[in-house]
């Protein structure tokens, strides 16, 4: 019984696409729609956003912003009203043309992003410095006609977060887009134990309409980048737009300052391609839907004596962890074993009338798959400690597989063939100009994912495409 439930997977180190979309199934994180591109996303698989809507809404709270929410619908002269912004995103634009039977004067665009609606409304709201700054973020869904999609990293419709700000002054919106940024870093590591290189996008990989682009960017087991998050300098292109101006304290009339920023369910496609292993998924514990579970083991003769032990572990453990118990009869031990591991949740209790003689528990990692017995009297002691460390022991794993897979070049052969061999992240030198970064595309596939905060040091680099004095040191890789 073990062994067939594993099998059903295949195996994550032969071929990662085909076990995330296996792994997916199996452990009803989501299912495919009847609409094409669309998802639904199962209890499993949305107990792991609600977690991460929890954690980072916390930080957001914590950092002076507020929740508000905006229609679903947009008028198309409000999308037009920026012209990056509309061209960047028409191609993926759902319309709506009619209401009920009647044909609407104006159609309605299905929010790809908020900034026009949003703006539109700050322009009614902003009137004096007094007004500002505006903090407001919104949990909230939004489609993009996607063409290729894939459950949580790319779907015509994801859940996400998007937050909108109105500054006085380019420093006090640069601040927050910053400040945004080490936030997405510091969650995603923290919480999702996946490592991050933060950065700047460069001026073709930015967001439509906005000054500058800061993206979080995280190694996935294949050796392709994916984008965790970004935050917008949308510096005063949409305030001019969508007239959003305000009395400075000078008396002046001036156009508001304005940053924008999120992240999205592709989180939760991000944990479950990182962690995962060949027996299914492996969870980070703080966003574990469950974080331990409970299993009985017993013999019909000893029932009696278990269970009432086991409902009582589950009792103390309860009030600090999200816990599941498993007495079902009808599955031995050893298919339960598997069929958890397969969920990925991160620890263990196993119960039975041994352990219960000599007053234990055995506790089995899901990440390391030890089994370290207990002593009752130091349950929930051990419980925290080995929860902290499988949380720590996924983040040195992928900390260690990102560093391990981001190299240096200065030659663009060899460049090229770390990209077609080893894949990650190569750091290399490049003139600034879109010419030599549409080449390396075109040659290899591979894009500037970031260039870094702080930049290293150019003096006497040349571009590794065409041997220019080079402006800055980038990270390249393929990305999702
Ligand atoms: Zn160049």
């Known amino acids: 019984m073990e062994e067939k439930l594993v099998q059903e997977i295949p195996r994550k180190s032969e071929n990662l696409s085909q076990w995330y979309i296996e792994v997916i199934r199996r452990a009803e994180l989501a299912d495919y729609a009847p609409m094409k591109g669309m998802m639904v996303i199962r209890p499993a698989g949305y107990a792991i956003w609600e977690n991460i809507q929890r ?104 859940l996400w977060q998007e937050g909108h700000t109105v500054h006085a002054t380019y420093e006090d919106a640069q601040e927050e887009v910053m400040r945004i940024l080490y936030i997405y870093k510091e969650f995603i590591e923290t919480e999702l134990a996946i490592k991050i290189y933060a950065g700047r996008k460069s001026d073709k990989e930015k967001f439509a309409g906005a000054l500058a682009t800061y993206t979080v960017e995280a190694l996935m087991p294949d050796g392709k980048a994916l984008q965790a998050g970004t935050s917008h300098n949308l510096g005063q292109n949409f305030a001019k737009a969508f007239d959003i101006r305000f009395e400075d304290k000078d008396q002046k009339l001036k156009y508001a300052w304005q940053t924008s920023w999120g992240v999205s369910t592709r989180l939760v496609g991000a944990t479950i391609m990182v962690h995962g292993d060949d027996d299914g998924l492996v969870i980070p514990p703080r966003v574990a839907p469950y974080q331990i579970v409970i299993v009985p083991i017993f013999k019909m003769k000893d029932k009696e004596t278990v269970l009432p032990v086991a409902e009582k572990i589950k009792e103390r453990l309860k009030e600090n962890y999200r816990v599941v118990y498993d007495p079902r009869e009808e599955y031995t031990p050893g298919w339960k074993f598997a069929e958890w591991e397969m969920r990925g949740v ?91 970064e549409m080449k390396v595309k075109e040659d290899t596939k591979a894009t500037i994912r970031l260039i870094p905060l702080e930049e290293g040091d150019v003096e006497g680099k040349k571009c590794m495409v065409c041997g220019k004095p080079a402006r800055h040191l980038v990270y390249f890789a393929r990305s999702y």
């Open 346 to 436: 991160p620890l263990r209790i196993e119960i039975g009338p041994r352990d219960i003689k000599e007053n234990s528990v055995v506790i089995v990692r899901r990440d390391t798959r030890e089994k370290i017995k207990v002593s009752m009297d130091e349950l929930e002691e051990k419980t925290a400690y080995f929860l902290d460390e499988i949380q720590k022991e996924l983040f040195r794993r992928s900390e260690k597989f990102t560093e391990e897979n981001t190299r240096k070049t200065e030659d663009y052969e060899e460049f090229k063939h770390i990209i077609e061999e080893k894949r990650g992240f190569v750091i290399a030198p490049w003139c600034g100009s879109q010419e030599c």
């Open 55 to 158: 954690l980072l809404d916390k930080r957001f709270k914590e950092t002076g912003h507020t929740n508000a929410y905006f229609p679903l619908f947009i008028p198309e002269s409000f999308l037009k009203k920026e012209a990056e912004h509309v061209e960047g995103f028409a191609p993926e634009v759902a319309w709506v043309t009619h209401g009920g039977d009647e044909e609407l004067q104006e159609r309605l665009a299905v929010r790809p992003t908020s900034e026009s609606i949003i703006c539109a409304m700050y322009s009614k709201w902003v009137h004096s410095w007094r007004d500002l700054p505006i903090l407001i973020n919104q949990w909230a869904n939004v489609v993009r006609w996607e063409k290729v999609t894939r459950p949580f990293l790319r779907t015509t419709e994801f």
